[in-house]
């Protein structure tokens, strides 16, 4: 079986890994010169590094496997798991300084889970520590907050992003072209994660494929939907996304778009009026009762301004 390419090259130590904040790095030193580290919630947008700066503090610090224990809340995020995973584990003496409870996704955890997880941090405050992960901390209860040391990892921009995709790709001597490569970037930004995943599902032969001559399992519509804007059919990507996209994603959707403006219109001007249509559509999100229907409303509007309408 193919190692995964996101796995081959994750960072196993502070040296490997990218702090954009010489500050931030300079903590996480004094983290790992002190063998300690306090409660974290590290944020930011997916794909950034916050559960691989986890592993590497996990990895610097050498703790053992057997004191860690990982969640992903986005699955398992009620108060039972609360109860009888999380509480089950820290009240087992650890075979180091701690236990370490790794909870991804911690936004998507019930209020009443994450209540339930304010009471076992402080509980078992000496003997174990919590690192959360999210997206959104702004869904993440008060007095998580107040328990935990804030970190946000800033987005890397695109071109370093296109950069570190590219030295993979060289390290795994697969021929590739600017155009192929650059609808996989404007498909997966900034989540380096699902874009490492993508091309490595997508090279044959050596060679890096176009989207539609590439895996034919199932494609993320993202890549489809770049091809689409690029073609200026934004319409046919609305009746694509509308189709394809769950509820749930429908945020991520909005966030892409902002991401990604230069692919509805070069004007500075139009991307300018595109930002907001894209946030009111984002407010928006908020109230409405079918998310697909305000997503299709905010593509059309901007299929108009794409067009000079």
Known sequence: MKELWVEKYRPKTLKEYVVRDEAQRGQIQTWINDKAIPHLLLSGAPGVGKTTLAKVLFAELD???????????????SVDTVRDKINSFVQIMP?????????DEADYMSPNGQAALRGVMEMYHTS???????????????????RCQGFHMETIDKTEFTARVAEILIAEKTEQDIETLDTYVKASYPDL?????MIQQNVRDGKLMPPASGDSGQQDYRLQMVELFKAGKINDARKLVCSQARPEECEEIYRWLYDNLEIISKDEDSQDKAVLIIKQGLVDHSFVADPEINLASVMIKLARLSNGQ
């Open 63 to 77: 703790v053992s496997s057997y004191d860690i224990l990982e969640i992903n809340a986005s699955r398992e995020n």
């Open 95 to 103: 075979f180091g300084a701690y236990k370490y409870v790794l909870l």
């Open 128 to 146: 174990a520590r919590f690192i959360l992960t999210c997206n959104y901390p702004n869904r993440v209860i008060p007095a998580l907050h107040s």
């Open 193 to 197: 994660r699902k874009c490492i995943n």
